[in-house]
Protein backbone atom coordinates (compact mmCIF):
# COMPACT_ATOMS: atom_id res chain seq x y z
CA UNK A 1 0.00 0.00 0.00
CA UNK A 2 3.02 2.57 0.68
CA UNK A 3 4.41 1.66 -2.73
CA UNK A 4 1.00 2.74 -3.99
CA UNK A 5 0.30 5.98 -2.14
CA UNK A 6 4.10 7.43 -3.87
CA UNK A 7 2.55 9.61 -6.40
CA UNK A 8 -0.14 11.75 -5.96
CA UNK A 9 0.32 13.48 -9.10
CA UNK A 10 0.68 10.80 -11.75
CA UNK A 11 -1.07 7.72 -11.87
CA UNK A 12 1.30 4.54 -11.23
CA UNK A 13 1.70 2.77 -14.19
CA UNK A 14 5.36 1.74 -12.35
CA UNK A 15 4.26 -0.77 -9.75
CA UNK A 16 0.51 -2.81 -10.19
CA UNK A 17 -0.64 -5.24 -8.26
CA UNK A 18 0.72 -8.60 -9.74
CA UNK A 19 -1.55 -10.86 -12.08
CA UNK A 20 -0.44 -13.63 -10.48
CA UNK A 21 -1.22 -15.21 -6.52
CA UNK A 22 0.33 -12.87 -4.48
CA UNK A 23 -0.24 -9.43 -3.73
CA UNK A 24 3.40 -8.28 -4.43
CA UNK A 25 3.59 -5.67 -7.39
CA UNK A 26 5.40 -5.80 -10.27
CA UNK A 27 7.48 -3.00 -12.05
CA UNK A 28 6.54 -3.10 -15.93
CA UNK A 29 8.34 -2.99 -19.54
CA UNK A 30 7.68 -0.01 -21.51
CA UNK A 31 7.42 -0.99 -24.97
CA UNK A 32 6.47 1.25 -27.74
CA UNK A 33 4.84 3.65 -25.74
CA UNK A 34 2.60 0.82 -23.28
CA UNK A 35 3.96 -0.09 -19.99
CA UNK A 36 3.08 -3.63 -20.21
CA UNK A 37 3.56 -6.74 -17.67
CA UNK A 38 6.02 -8.92 -19.04
CA UNK A 39 5.10 -12.64 -19.66
CA UNK A 40 8.46 -14.04 -18.06
CA UNK A 41 9.04 -16.91 -15.88
CA UNK A 42 11.95 -15.42 -14.13
CA UNK A 43 11.19 -12.72 -11.62
CA UNK A 44 13.81 -10.78 -9.14
CA UNK A 45 12.33 -9.64 -5.60
CA UNK A 46 12.77 -5.70 -4.93
CA UNK A 47 13.94 -5.32 -1.12
CA UNK A 48 13.23 -2.09 0.42
CA UNK A 49 17.01 -1.74 1.92
CA UNK A 50 15.63 -0.58 5.36
CA UNK A 51 13.33 -3.15 6.45
CA UNK A 52 14.18 -6.00 3.76
CA UNK A 53 10.98 -6.86 3.28
CA UNK A 54 9.41 -7.58 -0.35
CA UNK A 55 7.98 -4.29 -2.03
CA UNK A 56 7.84 -5.08 -5.31
CA UNK A 57 9.13 -7.63 -7.90
CA UNK A 58 10.75 -6.98 -11.32
CA UNK A 59 10.90 -9.13 -14.62
CA UNK A 60 13.68 -10.47 -16.39
CA UNK A 61 12.74 -9.56 -19.50
CA UNK A 62 12.01 -12.16 -22.17
CA UNK A 63 13.72 -12.54 -25.83
CA UNK A 64 10.47 -11.85 -27.25
CA UNK A 65 9.78 -8.62 -25.40
CA UNK A 66 13.53 -7.52 -25.38
CA UNK A 67 13.30 -7.81 -29.44
CA UNK A 68 9.65 -6.05 -29.57
CA UNK A 69 11.25 -3.07 -27.45
CA UNK A 70 14.33 -3.30 -29.95
CA UNK A 71 11.68 -3.19 -33.09
CA UNK A 72 10.02 -0.30 -31.68
CA UNK A 73 13.24 1.89 -31.39
CA UNK A 74 14.22 0.67 -34.39
CA UNK A 75 10.72 2.07 -36.21
CA UNK A 76 10.20 5.48 -33.88
CA UNK A 77 13.73 6.39 -35.19
CA UNK A 78 13.35 7.59 -38.82
CA UNK A 79 10.50 10.30 -37.59
CA UNK A 80 12.01 11.26 -34.43
CA UNK A 81 15.68 11.88 -36.22
CA UNK A 82 13.52 13.91 -38.73
CA UNK A 83 11.61 15.54 -36.24
CA UNK A 84 12.50 19.43 -36.29
CA UNK A 85 15.49 20.20 -33.22
CA UNK A 86 13.02 22.70 -31.96
CA UNK A 87 10.54 20.12 -31.27
CA UNK A 88 12.67 17.93 -29.37
CA UNK A 89 13.88 20.84 -27.74
CA UNK A 90 10.15 21.85 -26.62
CA UNK A 91 9.43 17.79 -25.73
CA UNK A 92 12.79 18.25 -22.95
CA UNK A 93 11.10 21.74 -21.99
CA UNK A 94 8.09 20.02 -21.05
CA UNK A 95 10.12 17.33 -19.47
CA UNK A 96 12.37 19.37 -17.09
CA UNK A 97 9.29 21.24 -15.78
CA UNK A 98 7.16 17.83 -15.31
CA UNK A 99 10.69 16.28 -13.02
CA UNK A 100 10.54 19.44 -10.76
CA UNK A 101 6.53 18.92 -10.38
CA UNK A 102 7.08 15.39 -9.38
CA UNK A 103 10.58 15.80 -7.85
CA UNK A 104 9.46 14.82 -4.41
CA UNK A 105 7.56 12.00 -5.30
CA UNK A 106 10.42 10.63 -7.53
CA UNK A 107 13.02 11.40 -4.56
CA UNK A 108 10.52 8.86 -2.47
CA UNK A 109 10.26 6.26 -4.54
CA UNK A 110 14.16 6.29 -5.05
CA UNK A 111 14.38 6.37 -0.53
CA UNK A 112 11.86 2.77 -0.68
CA UNK A 113 13.80 1.06 -3.04
CA UNK A 114 17.70 2.63 -2.30
CA UNK A 115 17.47 3.26 0.67
CA UNK A 116 19.07 7.02 0.73
CA UNK A 117 17.83 9.65 2.49
CA UNK A 118 14.97 12.02 1.29
CA UNK A 119 17.22 14.82 1.25
CA UNK A 120 19.59 12.65 -0.50
CA UNK A 121 17.48 11.09 -3.24
CA UNK A 122 15.45 14.75 -3.97
CA UNK A 123 19.66 15.63 -4.81
CA UNK A 124 19.90 12.21 -6.81
CA UNK A 125 16.82 13.66 -9.07
CA UNK A 126 18.22 16.97 -9.25
CA UNK A 127 21.21 16.69 -10.68
CA UNK A 128 19.55 14.20 -13.33
CA UNK A 129 16.91 17.36 -13.77
CA UNK A 130 20.09 19.16 -14.70
CA UNK A 131 21.42 17.54 -16.86
CA UNK A 132 17.51 17.44 -18.35
CA UNK A 133 17.86 21.15 -18.52
CA UNK A 134 21.52 21.61 -20.49
CA UNK A 135 19.92 19.19 -23.28
CA UNK A 136 17.16 21.46 -23.59
CA UNK A 137 20.48 23.57 -25.04
CA UNK A 138 20.69 21.57 -28.10
CA UNK A 139 19.80 24.01 -30.51
CA UNK A 140 23.91 25.13 -30.07
CA UNK A 141 25.40 21.96 -28.98
CA UNK A 142 24.16 20.38 -31.23
CA UNK A 143 25.88 22.50 -33.97
CA UNK A 144 28.05 21.80 -36.97
CA UNK A 145 30.83 23.67 -38.23
CA UNK A 146 31.31 25.41 -41.62
CA UNK A 147 34.01 27.19 -43.61
CA UNK A 148 33.32 28.82 -46.95
CA UNK A 149 35.13 29.47 -49.76
CA UNK A 150 37.64 26.74 -49.18
CA UNK A 151 38.08 27.23 -53.10
CA UNK A 152 36.89 28.80 -55.97
CA UNK A 153 32.67 28.22 -55.50
CA UNK A 154 33.30 25.62 -53.04
CA UNK A 155 32.08 25.39 -49.19
CA UNK A 156 32.94 23.08 -46.85
CA UNK A 157 30.02 22.21 -43.65
CA UNK A 158 29.40 19.24 -41.29
CA UNK A 159 26.29 17.86 -39.44
CA UNK A 160 26.02 16.77 -36.21
CA UNK A 161 23.38 13.33 -37.03
CA UNK A 162 21.99 11.09 -35.01
CA UNK A 163 23.55 7.68 -34.70
CA UNK A 164 20.09 5.34 -34.21
CA UNK A 165 19.22 2.82 -31.72
CA UNK A 166 21.28 3.17 -28.29
CA UNK A 167 21.00 1.36 -25.18
CA UNK A 168 21.96 2.64 -21.48
CA UNK A 169 22.89 -0.11 -18.63
CA UNK A 170 22.33 1.80 -15.14
CA UNK A 171 23.74 1.25 -11.02
CA UNK A 172 21.48 0.84 -8.17
CA UNK A 173 23.07 3.54 -6.46
CA UNK A 174 21.79 6.79 -8.52
CA UNK A 175 18.46 5.56 -9.31
CA UNK A 176 17.05 9.00 -11.48
CA UNK A 177 20.75 10.69 -12.02
CA UNK A 178 22.06 8.10 -14.20
CA UNK A 179 19.28 6.96 -15.88
CA UNK A 180 18.87 10.95 -16.68
CA UNK A 181 22.47 10.98 -18.11
CA UNK A 182 21.89 8.96 -20.87
CA UNK A 183 18.43 8.73 -22.83
CA UNK A 184 17.62 12.66 -22.24
CA UNK A 185 20.40 13.83 -24.10
CA UNK A 186 20.40 11.16 -26.83
CA UNK A 187 16.96 11.60 -27.39
CA UNK A 188 17.47 15.31 -27.88
CA UNK A 189 20.13 14.42 -30.29
CA UNK A 190 17.82 12.63 -32.81
CA UNK A 191 18.29 8.76 -31.31
CA UNK A 192 15.81 6.42 -29.44
CA UNK A 193 16.66 4.26 -26.99
CA UNK A 194 16.73 1.41 -24.87
CA UNK A 195 17.20 1.30 -21.47
CA UNK A 196 18.05 -1.24 -18.57
CA UNK A 197 17.63 0.42 -15.39
CA UNK A 198 19.21 -1.73 -12.52
CA UNK A 199 17.33 -4.98 -11.37
CA UNK A 200 17.65 -3.20 -7.42
CA UNK A 201 15.98 -0.09 -8.30
CA UNK A 202 13.77 -0.29 -11.56
CA UNK A 203 10.93 1.77 -9.98
CA UNK A 204 12.44 5.60 -10.69
CA UNK A 205 13.10 4.77 -14.29
CA UNK A 206 9.80 3.83 -14.89
CA UNK A 207 7.84 7.27 -13.78
CA UNK A 208 10.89 8.73 -15.43
CA UNK A 209 9.25 7.57 -18.71
CA UNK A 210 5.73 7.98 -17.81
CA UNK A 211 6.79 11.95 -17.52
CA UNK A 212 8.69 11.82 -20.47
CA UNK A 213 5.65 10.34 -22.40
CA UNK A 214 3.66 12.85 -20.64
CA UNK A 215 6.01 15.52 -22.21
CA UNK A 216 5.26 14.75 -25.51
CA UNK A 217 7.25 12.03 -26.31
CA UNK A 218 6.66 9.57 -29.29
CA UNK A 219 5.85 6.14 -28.73
CA UNK A 220 8.99 3.89 -29.46
CA UNK A 221 11.70 6.66 -28.73
CA UNK A 222 12.42 5.52 -25.33
CA UNK A 223 11.81 1.21 -24.39
CA UNK A 224 13.05 0.34 -21.24
CA UNK A 225 13.39 -3.45 -20.43
CA UNK A 226 14.54 -5.20 -17.06
CA UNK A 227 17.02 -7.54 -16.01
CA UNK A 228 20.27 -9.03 -15.57
CA UNK A 229 23.30 -10.58 -17.91
CA UNK A 230 20.44 -11.60 -20.64
CA UNK A 231 19.29 -8.25 -20.95
CA UNK A 232 23.15 -7.01 -20.72
CA UNK A 233 24.29 -9.54 -23.40
CA UNK A 234 20.90 -8.78 -25.68
CA UNK A 235 21.83 -5.27 -25.37
CA UNK A 236 25.31 -5.41 -25.82
CA UNK A 237 25.41 -8.27 -29.15
CA UNK A 238 22.48 -6.87 -30.89
CA UNK A 239 23.14 -5.23 -34.54
CA UNK A 240 20.51 -2.75 -34.02
CA UNK A 241 22.21 -0.65 -31.68
CA UNK A 242 25.27 1.41 -32.50
CA UNK A 243 26.40 2.95 -28.71
CA UNK A 244 25.88 1.59 -25.03
CA UNK A 245 26.14 4.00 -21.88
CA UNK A 246 27.06 2.03 -19.03
CA UNK A 247 27.44 3.35 -14.97
CA UNK A 248 28.20 1.03 -12.76
CA UNK A 249 31.13 -1.73 -11.20
CA UNK A 250 34.60 -2.60 -13.07
CA UNK A 251 33.47 -6.30 -13.24
CA UNK A 252 30.64 -5.77 -15.40
CA UNK A 253 32.24 -2.16 -17.03
CA UNK A 254 34.82 -4.08 -18.64
CA UNK A 255 32.97 -7.15 -19.61
CA UNK A 256 30.10 -4.41 -21.34
CA UNK A 257 33.04 -2.29 -22.83
CA UNK A 258 34.50 -5.43 -24.56
CA UNK A 259 31.59 -7.12 -25.56
CA UNK A 260 29.97 -3.81 -27.00
CA UNK A 261 32.86 -3.34 -28.64
CA UNK A 262 33.38 -6.47 -30.47
CA UNK A 263 30.12 -6.40 -31.98
CA UNK A 264 31.44 -2.69 -33.03
CA UNK A 265 29.30 -0.45 -30.80
CA UNK A 266 30.33 2.81 -29.44
CA UNK A 267 30.98 2.05 -25.41
CA UNK A 268 31.19 4.63 -22.70
CA UNK A 269 31.85 2.69 -19.46
CA UNK A 270 31.75 4.84 -16.12
CA UNK A 271 32.93 2.50 -13.42
CA UNK A 272 34.38 2.06 -9.99
CA UNK A 273 36.47 4.36 -7.51
CA UNK A 274 38.83 5.02 -5.03
CA UNK A 275 38.77 8.81 -3.71
CA UNK A 276 41.32 10.67 -1.65
CA UNK A 277 40.84 13.60 -0.12
CA UNK A 278 44.29 15.11 0.76
CA UNK A 279 44.38 17.13 4.41
CA UNK A 280 47.20 19.90 4.41
CA UNK A 281 47.66 21.31 7.77
CA UNK A 282 46.96 25.04 6.78
CA UNK A 283 43.43 23.96 5.81
CA UNK A 284 39.96 25.47 7.49
CA UNK A 285 39.97 22.86 9.98
CA UNK A 286 36.26 23.03 10.76
CA UNK A 287 34.95 22.80 7.10
CA UNK A 288 37.40 20.37 5.92
CA UNK A 289 36.28 18.08 8.65
CA UNK A 290 32.67 18.83 8.17
CA UNK A 291 33.05 18.05 4.27
CA UNK A 292 35.33 15.19 5.12
CA UNK A 293 32.61 13.74 6.88
CA UNK A 294 29.97 13.98 4.61
CA UNK A 295 31.48 13.00 1.89
CA UNK A 296 33.05 9.96 3.18
CA UNK A 297 29.59 8.93 4.78
CA UNK A 298 26.84 10.74 2.88
CA UNK A 299 24.54 7.91 1.34
CA UNK A 300 26.00 5.62 3.06
CA UNK A 301 29.08 5.79 0.87
CA UNK A 302 27.17 4.26 -1.89
CA UNK A 303 28.88 7.03 -4.43
CA UNK A 304 31.07 6.53 -6.92
CA UNK A 305 32.67 9.57 -6.08
CA UNK A 306 32.06 9.48 -1.94
CA UNK A 307 35.59 10.75 -0.91
CA UNK A 308 36.07 7.15 1.13
CA UNK A 309 39.87 7.85 1.53
CA UNK A 310 41.50 10.46 3.71
CA UNK A 311 45.28 11.40 3.66
CA UNK A 312 46.29 13.48 6.59
CA UNK A 313 49.22 15.52 5.86
CA UNK A 314 51.63 16.47 8.49
CA UNK A 315 50.35 18.34 11.51
CA UNK A 316 46.55 17.36 9.95
CA UNK A 317 47.18 13.80 11.36
CA UNK A 318 46.27 15.42 14.74
CA UNK A 319 42.78 16.21 13.75
CA UNK A 320 42.01 12.29 13.47
CA UNK A 321 40.19 12.01 17.49
CA UNK A 322 37.94 15.20 15.89
CA UNK A 323 36.90 13.57 12.60
CA UNK A 324 35.86 10.69 14.70
CA UNK A 325 34.10 12.51 17.12
CA UNK A 326 32.08 14.08 14.04
CA UNK A 327 31.09 11.06 12.38
CA UNK A 328 30.17 9.69 15.84
CA UNK A 329 27.55 12.13 16.06
CA UNK A 330 25.92 11.20 12.35
CA UNK A 331 22.58 9.72 12.79
CA UNK A 332 21.66 6.53 11.04
CA UNK A 333 18.37 5.56 10.09
CA UNK A 334 15.60 4.40 7.57
CA UNK A 335 16.08 6.83 4.69
CA UNK A 336 12.18 8.58 5.30
CA UNK A 337 13.22 8.63 8.68
CA UNK A 338 13.69 12.54 9.86
CA UNK A 339 17.32 13.53 11.10
CA UNK A 340 18.41 10.80 9.13
CA UNK A 341 22.17 11.57 7.90
CA UNK A 342 22.76 8.26 6.41
CA UNK A 343 20.75 5.16 5.39
CA UNK A 344 21.07 0.96 4.86
CA UNK A 345 23.30 -0.54 2.22
CA UNK A 346 21.23 -2.08 -0.50
CA UNK A 347 21.82 -5.54 0.40
CA UNK A 348 22.48 -7.82 3.01
CA UNK A 349 25.10 -9.42 0.89
CA UNK A 350 26.67 -5.71 0.70
CA UNK A 351 26.64 -5.38 4.42
CA UNK A 352 28.32 -8.64 4.82
CA UNK A 353 31.04 -7.62 2.18
CA UNK A 354 31.73 -4.03 3.80
CA UNK A 355 32.05 -5.52 7.03
CA UNK A 356 34.24 -8.23 5.61
CA UNK A 357 36.32 -5.52 4.43
CA UNK A 358 36.58 -3.82 7.88
CA UNK A 359 37.71 -7.30 8.86
CA UNK A 360 40.61 -7.62 6.39
CA UNK A 361 41.69 -3.88 8.06
CA UNK A 362 41.97 -5.14 10.96
CA UNK A 363 43.24 -8.42 10.31
CA UNK A 364 46.57 -6.53 7.89
CA UNK A 365 47.60 -4.55 11.10
CA UNK A 366 45.19 -0.93 10.63
CA UNK A 367 43.24 0.28 13.52
CA UNK A 368 39.54 0.67 13.83
CA UNK A 369 38.88 3.65 15.28
CA UNK A 370 34.96 3.61 14.91
CA UNK A 371 33.31 0.64 14.42
CA UNK A 372 29.86 0.96 12.28
CA UNK A 373 29.46 -2.87 12.13
CA UNK A 374 27.39 -3.96 15.30
CA UNK A 375 24.67 -0.85 14.79
CA UNK A 376 20.93 -1.65 15.80
CA UNK A 377 18.70 0.67 14.00
CA UNK A 378 15.70 0.78 16.30
CA UNK A 379 12.46 -0.08 14.65
CA UNK A 380 14.54 -1.17 11.67
CA UNK A 381 16.30 -4.42 12.90
CA UNK A 382 16.45 -6.03 9.75
CA UNK A 383 17.50 -3.51 7.51
CA UNK A 384 21.28 -3.49 6.26
CA UNK A 385 22.74 -0.72 8.64
CA UNK A 386 26.74 -0.30 8.66
CA UNK A 387 27.46 2.53 10.87
CA UNK A 388 30.16 4.79 9.92
CA UNK A 389 33.15 3.46 10.55
CA UNK A 390 37.15 5.00 10.37
CA UNK A 391 40.08 2.99 9.82
CA UNK A 392 43.35 4.46 10.63
CA UNK A 393 46.90 3.00 10.26
CA UNK A 394 46.38 1.84 6.51
CA UNK A 395 48.98 1.23 4.21
CA UNK A 396 48.66 1.12 0.28
CA UNK A 397 49.06 -2.72 -0.05
CA UNK A 398 46.42 -3.40 2.46
CA UNK A 399 42.90 -4.81 1.12
CA UNK A 400 41.16 -2.28 2.34
CA UNK A 401 42.56 0.79 0.34
CA UNK A 402 42.61 -1.23 -2.60
CA UNK A 403 39.09 -2.44 -3.18
CA UNK A 404 36.28 0.04 -3.48
CA UNK A 405 34.52 -0.21 -0.51
CA UNK A 406 31.21 1.64 -1.45
CA UNK A 407 29.91 1.28 2.15
CA UNK A 408 30.07 4.05 4.86
CA UNK A 409 33.77 3.49 5.70
CA UNK A 410 36.31 5.91 5.47
CA UNK A 411 40.38 4.73 5.30
CA UNK A 412 43.33 7.19 6.65
CA UNK A 413 46.78 7.27 5.55
CA UNK A 414 49.06 9.99 6.68
CA UNK A 415 52.03 11.26 5.15
CA UNK A 416 54.72 13.87 5.70
CA UNK A 417 54.42 15.66 2.43
CA UNK A 418 52.22 16.93 -0.34
CA UNK A 419 54.37 14.94 -2.68
CA UNK A 420 54.41 11.47 -0.59
CA UNK A 421 50.11 11.95 -0.95
CA UNK A 422 50.17 12.86 -4.94
CA UNK A 423 52.20 10.16 -5.39
CA UNK A 424 50.11 7.29 -3.10
CA UNK A 425 47.18 8.85 -5.01
CA UNK A 426 48.93 8.87 -8.85
CA UNK A 427 49.53 4.77 -7.63
CA UNK A 428 46.30 4.07 -7.42
CA UNK A 429 44.67 2.37 -10.41
CA UNK A 430 41.41 4.32 -10.06
CA UNK A 431 40.70 8.06 -11.17
CA UNK A 432 37.15 9.31 -10.67
CA UNK A 433 37.65 11.88 -8.16
CA UNK A 434 40.13 13.79 -5.11
CA UNK A 435 40.00 16.87 -3.55
CA UNK A 436 42.32 19.01 -1.53
CA UNK A 437 42.20 20.61 1.25
CA UNK A 438 44.05 23.35 1.90
CA UNK A 439 44.26 27.74 2.39
CA UNK A 440 47.02 27.87 0.16
CA UNK A 441 46.61 28.28 -3.68
CA UNK A 442 50.10 27.60 -4.71
CA UNK A 443 49.68 23.88 -2.64
CA UNK A 444 45.69 23.40 -4.50
CA UNK A 445 47.48 24.20 -7.98
CA UNK A 446 50.82 21.96 -7.46
CA UNK A 447 48.04 19.16 -6.65
CA UNK A 448 45.26 19.66 -9.51
CA UNK A 449 48.32 19.64 -11.98
CA UNK A 450 50.41 17.00 -10.73
CA UNK A 451 47.53 14.43 -9.97
CA UNK A 452 46.56 11.77 -12.04
CA UNK A 453 42.95 11.78 -11.90
CA UNK A 454 40.20 13.19 -13.94
CA UNK A 455 38.17 15.43 -11.67
CA UNK A 456 39.60 17.38 -9.05
CA UNK A 457 38.10 19.72 -5.88
CA UNK A 458 39.91 22.20 -4.49
CA UNK A 459 38.44 23.01 -0.68
CA UNK A 460 35.09 20.91 -3.11
CA UNK A 461 34.90 17.26 -1.39
CA UNK A 462 32.82 15.72 -4.30
CA UNK A 463 33.37 17.55 -7.18
CA UNK A 464 31.11 15.92 -9.86
CA UNK A 465 31.09 18.66 -12.84
CA UNK A 466 27.96 20.52 -13.81
CA UNK A 467 26.61 19.57 -17.12
CA UNK A 468 27.87 22.22 -19.27
CA UNK A 469 31.07 20.26 -18.66
CA UNK A 470 31.05 16.52 -18.17
CA UNK A 471 31.59 13.34 -15.85
CA UNK A 472 35.56 13.14 -16.39
CA UNK A 473 36.88 10.31 -14.42
CA UNK A 474 40.11 8.77 -15.82
CA UNK A 475 42.18 5.42 -15.81
CA UNK A 476 40.26 2.81 -14.18
CA UNK A 477 37.04 4.83 -13.44
CA UNK A 478 36.18 4.83 -16.96
CA UNK A 479 37.02 3.15 -20.21
CA UNK A 480 36.18 4.78 -23.47
CA UNK A 481 37.09 8.00 -25.28
CA UNK A 482 33.97 10.39 -24.89
CA UNK A 483 32.50 11.24 -21.56
CA UNK A 484 29.01 11.19 -20.15
CA UNK A 485 27.35 14.87 -20.29
CA UNK A 486 27.83 18.25 -21.32
CA UNK A 487 29.76 18.59 -25.20
CA UNK A 488 31.18 15.15 -24.74
CA UNK A 489 27.62 13.85 -24.13
CA UNK A 490 26.55 14.96 -27.54
CA UNK A 491 30.24 14.28 -28.98
CA UNK A 492 28.94 10.22 -28.03
CA UNK A 493 25.47 10.07 -29.16
CA UNK A 494 26.33 11.92 -32.22
CA UNK A 495 28.25 11.38 -35.59
CA UNK A 496 29.90 13.58 -38.10
CA UNK A 497 28.79 14.31 -41.79
CA UNK A 498 30.97 16.55 -43.82
CA UNK A 499 29.33 18.20 -46.61
CA UNK A 500 31.69 19.61 -49.33
CA UNK A 501 29.66 21.70 -52.00
CA UNK A 502 30.06 23.42 -55.00
CA UNK A 503 28.08 26.01 -56.94
CA UNK A 504 29.54 27.34 -59.87
CA UNK A 505 28.21 30.35 -62.03
CA UNK A 506 26.99 28.46 -65.73
CA UNK A 507 29.54 29.92 -67.51
CA UNK A 508 32.73 28.16 -65.60
CA UNK A 509 31.46 24.39 -66.56
CA UNK A 510 34.44 22.03 -66.56
CA UNK A 511 35.83 21.57 -70.28
CA UNK A 512 37.94 18.17 -69.76
CA UNK A 513 37.54 15.54 -66.93
CA UNK A 514 39.43 16.47 -63.95
CA UNK A 515 41.34 12.97 -63.16
CA UNK A 516 43.84 14.87 -60.78
CA UNK A 517 43.84 14.86 -57.08
CA UNK A 518 41.93 17.99 -56.18
CA UNK A 519 44.60 20.27 -54.05
P1 LIG B 1 26.89 -3.30 -11.09
O1 LIG B 1 28.03 -3.33 -12.04
O2 LIG B 1 26.68 -4.47 -10.21
O3 LIG B 1 25.53 -3.10 -11.92
C1 LIG B 1 25.43 -2.13 -12.93
C2 LIG B 1 24.58 -2.68 -14.07
O4 LIG B 1 25.28 -3.76 -14.69
C3 LIG B 1 23.24 -3.22 -13.61
O5 LIG B 1 22.25 -2.78 -14.52
C4 LIG B 1 23.42 -4.72 -13.62
O6 LIG B 1 22.25 -5.40 -13.99
C5 LIG B 1 24.52 -4.98 -14.63
N1 LIG B 1 25.45 -6.02 -14.21
C6 LIG B 1 25.84 -6.34 -12.95
N2 LIG B 1 26.76 -7.30 -12.95
C7 LIG B 1 26.98 -7.63 -14.23
C8 LIG B 1 27.84 -8.56 -14.89
N3 LIG B 1 28.67 -9.34 -14.20
N4 LIG B 1 27.81 -8.60 -16.22
C9 LIG B 1 27.01 -7.80 -16.93
N5 LIG B 1 26.17 -6.91 -16.36
C10 LIG B 1 26.15 -6.80 -15.04
O7 LIG B 1 27.04 -1.95 -10.26
P2 LIG B 1 26.17 -1.49 -9.01
O8 LIG B 1 26.50 -2.34 -7.83
O9 LIG B 1 24.74 -1.36 -9.41
O10 LIG B 1 26.75 0.00 -8.79
C11 LIG B 1 27.85 0.29 -7.98
C12 LIG B 1 29.10 0.50 -8.81
O11 LIG B 1 28.88 1.50 -9.78
C13 LIG B 1 30.28 1.00 -7.98
O12 LIG B 1 31.45 0.35 -8.40
C14 LIG B 1 30.35 2.49 -8.30
O13 LIG B 1 31.61 3.09 -8.15
C15 LIG B 1 29.94 2.46 -9.74
N6 LIG B 1 29.44 3.77 -10.15
C16 LIG B 1 30.24 4.53 -10.96
C17 LIG B 1 29.83 5.78 -11.33
C18 LIG B 1 30.68 6.65 -12.21
O14 LIG B 1 30.15 7.58 -12.80
N7 LIG B 1 31.97 6.37 -12.32
C19 LIG B 1 28.58 6.27 -10.90
C20 LIG B 1 27.79 5.45 -10.09
C21 LIG B 1 28.23 4.21 -9.72
Redesign the pocket.
Known amino acids: ARILQVSSKVKSPWYSASPFSSSVPTVKLFIDGKFVESKSDKWIDIHNPATNEVIGRVPQATKAEMDAAIVSCKRAFPAWADTSILSRQQVLLRYQQLIKENLKEIAKLITLEQGKTLADAEGDVFRGLQVVEHACSVTSLMMGETMPSITKDMDLYSYRLPLGVCAG??????PAM?PLWMFPMAMVCGNTFLM?P??RVPGATILLAKLLQDSGAPDGTLNIIHG??EA?NFICDHPDIKAISF???????E??FERGSRHGKRVQA????KNHGVVMPDANKENTLNQLVGAAFGAAGQR?MALSTAILVGEARKWLPELVERAKNLRVNAGDQPGADLGPLITPQAKERVCNLIDSGTKEGASILLDGRKIKVKGYENGNFVGPTIISNVKPNMTCYKE?I?GPVLVVLETETLDEAIQIVNNNPYG?GTAIFTTNGATARKYAHLVDVGQVGVNVPIPVPLPMFS?T?SRS?FRGDTNFYGKQGIQFYTQLKTITSQWKEEDATLSSPAVVMPT
Open positions: IAPFNFIKSEQHVVGSNQAGYINMGACEFNFGS
